[in-house]
């Protein structure tokens, strides 16, 4: 199901079924939008609490979507990156980026790194024998480590995205119950 599906099924539903385009009228589209947002986020809420309780990150995959993104490069810090467009649902330790992988090739999934401990991992031999790439996240930005691929142009981020950013066309995951 689409979001766009998912706003007509609901509007069906709270004009009765088969209603009259008076009653149907009542209901606008992005007022319906901005409820199922409110239960989108406190469905993110409970898993959240559930997460941090037990640990199981798998509820979360139901609601990603892949992004194509560009990898930038700031000459100032000398170090690639991209941005996050749309911004992902804030939730804790960014667990709403689920995978950050070249597009062609998500085995080589790069590993996330707490932006405050990458003096630390620069200091350790894991950083000099480890392949694999690392990045963090500043705000609305994904910044990469020195392991970065040489000639990767985009970069595919999964992750989750609040109901308002999603196209009418993309997918939407609805729980069951």
């Given at each position: 199901?689409?979001k766009?599906?998912?706003?007509?099924?609901v509007?069906?539903n709270?004009?009765?079924?088969?209603?009259s385009?008076?009653?149907?009228?009542?209901?606008?589209p992005?007022?319906?939008?901005?409820?199922i947002e409110?239960?989108?986020?406190?469905?993110f809420?409970?898993?959240?609490?559930?997460v941090i309780?037990?640990?199981d990150?798998?509820p979360?995959?139901?609601?990603?979507?892949?992004?194509?993104?560009?990898?930038?490069?700031d000459?100032?810090?000398?170090?690639?990156?991209?941005?996050?467009?749309?911004?992902?649902?804030?939730?804790?330790?960014?667990q709403?980026?689920?995978?950050?992988s070249?597009?062609k090739?998500q085995?080589?999934s790069f590993a996330?790194v707490d932006?405050n401990?990458?003096s630390?991992?620069?200091?350790?031999?894991?950083?000099?024998v480890?392949?694999?790439?690392?990045?963090s996240v500043?705000?609305n930005?994904i910044?990469?480590?020195?392991?970065?691929?040489?000639?990767?142009?985009?970069?595919?981020?999964?992750?989750?995205?609040?109901?308002?950013?999603?196209?009418?066309?993309?997918?939407?995951f609805?729980?069951?119950g």
């Open positions: 199901m689409n766009e599906e998912l706003i007509d099924l509007k069906l709270l004009g009765g079924g088969d209603a385009a008076e009653i149907k009228s009542r209901f606008h992005k007022e319906i939008a901005r409820y409110m239960v989108y986020d406190d469905i809420n409970e898993i959240t609490i559930n309780k037990y640990g990150f798998s979360l995959d139901n609601y990603v979507l892949p992004y194509v993104l560009p990898v930038l490069y000459s100032a810090r000398e170090q690639r990156y991209t941005v996050l467009t749309p911004q992902p649902v804030p939730l804790p330790n960014n709403s980026i689920r995978q950050v070249p597009p090739d085995t080589l996330p932006d401990s990458s630390v991992w620069a200091e350790l031999d894991v950083d000099k480890s392949p694999i790439p690392g990045y500043e705000g930005n910044y990469f480590d020195s392991q970065f691929p040489k000639g990767l142009e985009n970069i595919m981020v999964k992750q989750i995205v609040p109901f308002s950013s999603l196209k009418n066309s993309d997918s939407v609805v729980p069951g």
